[in-house]
């Protein structure tokens, strides 16, 4: 049997997608924050100022106080590990992304604290983050709206997983792209930012804030045993552009990292910290890419679309082994910290 007749259909497989950064160019979370601090009613620019400043000094200071080397992993995936060695640092590089957790759950206790949000409604949220994708002022990376009714087409999933304090918030930003995509995110209610809700499809711990990569993680795998009530096996490809999209890549069949620029010569952090752990990483439409790479890169969705054939064949980006094999799981750990 060819390697083409082999693979399954493309109802196979689920694709989720990072939000801030990988659907859209830049992170819109101080966008939706200074929105919500500038209506007239409120007067609380100095007091949002004052907070971004706090927490990007505590955020610094944690990276200090917290360490991890990435000039090893700064071109070059690091030479193998045994298989205790490679545990250790890959425990060591998931401790040090999840362990601001106290950070953010500080920070989002004062933004609720001092009601930046008070008053404000769903739609409200929803039509503000409209208006500024239609002015441009949030922008959508190239084809993303192809890429997702292409997937339709070929009946595959996706769904938008994201720490975002808002749903309605993504959800007015991909409207001007008539997209209605389930969304996996914070809520915003009573003017308070709220875990994802009881109407999501995670259930579980839905109440809980999504503040880190191990919270993505477990959404991400309660969302994925949901799915497959549904379907008989399931193959994830996961994309995003930061540390907390780590862990879900790491779990996921195939990762495809969004960055800016080439990150041969100009890694971002999540770049470094793949190729730390021991991973090539090479462009989504690389040729010599080998069927056992989990990992990709690419800068907009229109390169990943061009990377498979007109036909569409998403399936070939994943892995050949995971298609002939059974359903793929996470690792067997549990992530380091958990929402409480």
């Known amino acids: 049997m060819s390697r083409q007749e082999d693979k399954p259909a493309l109802g196979y497989y689920h694709f989720f997608i990072d939000f801030d950064g990988t659907i859209t160019e830049k992170d819109t979370i101080d966008l939706l924050g200074k929105r919500a601090i500038g209506r007239p009613e409120r007067n609380q620019g100095e007091a949002w100022e ?20 990435l000039k090893s992993g700064q071109r070059h995936p690091r030479p193998p590990l045994t298989g205790n060695q490679d545990l250790m640092l890959r425990d060591k590089v998931i401790e040090h992304i999840n362990g601001r957790e106290r950070l953010e759950r500080e920070g989002l206790d004062i933004v609720n604290g001092l009601k930046f949000f008070d008053g404000l409604t769903e739609d409200q949220l929803y039509e503000e983050a409209r208006k500024l994708t239609l002015n441009r002022t949030i922008v959508v990376r190239k084809d993303f709206s192809r890429f997702i009714k292409a997937l339709r087409v070929q009946k595959a999933g996706f769904t938008i997983l994201s720490v975002n304090w808002s749903d309605m918030w993504i959800k007015g ?15 915003i209610e009573d003017g308070k930012v709220k875990g994802p809700g009881p109407k999501s499809l995670i259930g579980e711990h839905s109440d809980q804030p999504l ?16 799915l497959l009530q549904k379907e008989k096996a399931m193959r994830v490809v996961y994309i995003g552009d930061s540390k907390t999209d780590l862990q879900c890549m790491l779990a996921s069949d195939l990762a495809v990292i969004m960055v800016d620029n080439d990150p041969h010569t100009n890694p971002n952090t999540l770049v470094k910290l793949v190729t730390l752990l021991g991973h090539q990483v090479r462009h989504v439409g690389d040729p010599r890419r080998p069927t056992d790479e989990k990992f990709v890169w690419a800068r907009n969705f229109a390169e990943i679309m061009e990377a498979v054939p007109v036909a569409g064949r998403i399936s070939d980006l994943v892995l050949e082994e995971s298609v002939s094999g059974s359903p793929s799981h996470p690792p067997s750990t549990s992530p380091s910290t958990r929402p409480a």
Request: net charge neutral.
């Open 50 to 69: 004052n907070h971004t400043k706090w927490y990007y000094e505590q955020t610094e200071r944690y990276d200090r106080e917290h360490p991890v080397d």
């Open 211 to 226: 503040l880190t990569g191990a919270h993505k993680l477990i959404a991400m795998e309660s969302a994925r045993q949901k």
């Open 173 to 187: 930003c991909l409207s001007p792209h008539y997209l209605q995509l389930d969304v996996i995110s914070n809520r």
